[in-house]
């Protein structure tokens, strides 16, 4: 069964610093990998989806990369900014048994930004 | 604007009370889903349909039912079943092997 894990779970950074949110999965079968964004009391926000052939995506300040064979994700903030501040989750997609696609996700990490 | 619609927002459930959630879609897309998040935990999934009359159970079914009569309908309840039903509510849906895109979520609470 495919377990998803992020570190750290918490981290805190001052305003304009570069970051690096970490995911790792135990079972590299996978068929894409999903970061999100989830602000307090609200749903998720899709930031950005790597399919399993790729080895990166970038949106405006965010890149997110993959790395199968090692079961590893990162995701880069450039110049973070107070804005950034919410949690983070990565999310593994894959295909069971039944031929059904499902996502599993990891505890997520909560980034805050300090102006 | 295309989305998925959550209602209500917050929910609060009696013992011994059946509740259902709402979720509904325009996003024109086959899968949707049902999770549940408790603090620390992340997101489980409950139930799962990837079309139309048709769902399977996800990983904590139990004390949950669904629907799925319509495209852009998945409704979730909970029934008396589930011993500890207070949690986060997300509904999401996809296109085959696509992003999800979830809702606002339902907060439920036992009075």
């Known amino acids: 069964k495919q377990e998803v894990t992020q570190i750290p779970a918490a981290l805190s950074v001052p305003e304009g610093e570069n970051l690096v949110l970490n995911c790792s999965f135990t079972?590299?079968?996978?068929?894409?990998l999903q970061w999100f964004r989830q602000d307090p009391g609200k749903g998720l926000t899709s930031l950005l989806l790597?399919?399993?052939?790729?080895r990166e995506q970038t949106s405006g300040r965010l890149n997110a990369s993959l790395d199968k064979s090692s079961g590893r994700s990162t995701l880069y903030i450039a110049a973070s900014q107070p804005g950034d501040s919410a949690t983070y989750l990565c999310?593994?997609?894959?295909?069971?048994?039944?031929?059904?696609?499902?996502?599993?996700f990891g505890k997520g990490t909560k980034l805050s930004v300090i102006p | 604007d295309g989305g998925i619609t959550q209602s209500p927002k917050y929910l609060f459930r009696k013992e011994g009370q059946n509740v259902t959630l709402s979720c509904e879609q325009n996003?024109?897309?086959?899968?949707m889903y049902w999770y549940r998040q408790d603090p620390g935990q992340g997101l489980r999934l409950i139930y799962y349909?990837?079309?139309?009359?048709?769902?399977q159970k996800g990983d904590i079914a139990e004390g949950y039912s669904v629907s799925r009569e319509k495209k852009e309908s998945f409704p979730l309840t909970v029934t008396s079943a589930q011993k500890n039903p207070t949690a986060f509510y997300l509904c999401?849906?996809?296109?085959?092997?696509?992003?999800?895109?979830f809702g606002d979520g339902t907060r439920l609470s036992i009075l």
């Open positions: 999310a593994v997609g894959g295909y069971s048994g039944a031929g059904s696609y499902q996502l599993t």
């Open positions: 349909s990837q079309i139309v009359n048709d769902f």
């Open positions: 079972d590299s079968a996978i068929y894409n």
């Open positions: 996003l024109n897309h086959d899968a």
């Open positions: 999401a849906s996809s296109s085959p092997g696509g992003s999800q895109h």
């Open positions: 790597i399919q399993s052939s790729q």
